[in-house]
């Protein structure tokens, strides 16, 4: 993992807390906005793909990813995440967003019933 807890991004406007998760495409970092002093999140693209000839398509993807958010995120909505900012730390892409409490997805399966 690129990051651990108490490392400052972008001059110490973001530290980072704890790994939320990790994914074949990327890590979920729980983080501090300082000047908002907000809870966040920031997601990046796992470290082991940028050996992958195709990173760059990754990187495309996880940047149109982004931008979609963040513009189906202008009108607040209750089942979409705001996007806070994308930036680049040295050679890794993060997308921030609001950090929303809660079971993650992969609790939330596991725990329904089987019919």
Known sequence: MPWT???QLQGGKYVIGEVLGQGGFGI?????HVDLNQTVVIKTPNEYLSHDPEYDKYIERFIKEGRTLARLSQDSHPHIVRVIDLFKEGAIHCLVMDFVPGENLFEAVISCPVD
Do not use: C, E, V
């Not at 979920?28 to 501090?32: E, G, M």
């Open 5 to 7: 807890a108490g490392q």
């Open 28 to 32: 979920t970092y729980k983080a501090l």
